[in-house]
Nanobody, 114 residues
Framework: QVQLVESGGGLVQPGGSLRLSCAAS????????MNWYRQAPGKERELVAS????????TYADSVKGRFTISRDNTKNTVSLQMENLKPDDTAVYYC???????WGQGTQVTVAS
């Protein structure tokens, strides 16, 4: 079955960096777009970044453009989110998801605070 396991979250100061990773299994990873979402307390889940199956097309929410970079390794079935210049508003649980499948991982908590 489809499994998505996120890791790499933590507590970081404003202006700091984190790299999130998602290990995927149970489906033909290299054939699918992959997305990163986040959900802050009391807010709806929002799409943060998306990457095409071959990694050529990458799109970002305006709120993270220029600070976050999505990437993937189809040899390792992983998708990553490099986050730079983090802000308190980036605090959320971050999830990876296969764009065309309904499955979600457990998420990883990112907290940006001094």
């Amino acid at each position: 079955q489809v499994q998505l396991v996120e890791s790499g979250g933590g507590l970081v100061q404003p202006g700091g960096s984190l790299r999130l990773s998602c290990a995927a299994s149970g489906f033909a990873f290299s054939r699918y777009y992959m997305n990163w979402y986040r959900q802050a307390p009391g807010k709806e889940r929002e799409l943060v970044a998306s990457i095409s199956s071959a990694g050529v097309i990458r799109t970002y929410a305006d709120s993270v453009k220029g600070r976050f970079t999505i990437s993937r390794d189809n040899t390792k079935n992983t998708v990553s989110l490099q986050m730079e210049n983090l802000k308190p508003d980036d605090t959320a649980v971050y999830y990876c998801k296969v764009r065309d499948l309904p499955n979600w991982g457990q998420g990883t908590q990112v907290t940006v605070a001094s």
